[in-house]
């Protein structure tokens, strides 16, 4: 898995679940055990895709717009 790809799953995650802007995984990192990229909550700085897409309010409008396609 690519850093890209990691960083498209972490906001994949925050649209699908509805998380707020400080729940959930914040940040992607390259394993030093397997060298592949994991998702974690545990870290001190935000994702930069992450946080200009709650900042802009597209994460917003992206998990609404997730709601209503599973019909709740």
Not at 8 to 24: M, N, R, S, W
Not at 48 to 58: F, H, P
Request: proline residues 3%; glycine residues 6%; contains cysteine.
């Amino acid at each position: 898995m690519s850093e890209d790809l990691a960083e498209t799953a972490l906001v994949d995650q925050h649209i699908y679940k509805g998380f707020l802007p400080h729940e959930g995984p914040q940040n992607v990192y390259e394993c030093q055990h397997c060298g592949y990229w994991h998702l974690t909550s545990k870290t001190h700085e935000q994702n930069r895709r992450l946080a200009e897409m709650i900042e802009s309010g597209e994460m917003k409008k992206k998990q609404e717009a997730s709601r209503w396609e599973r019909g709740f």
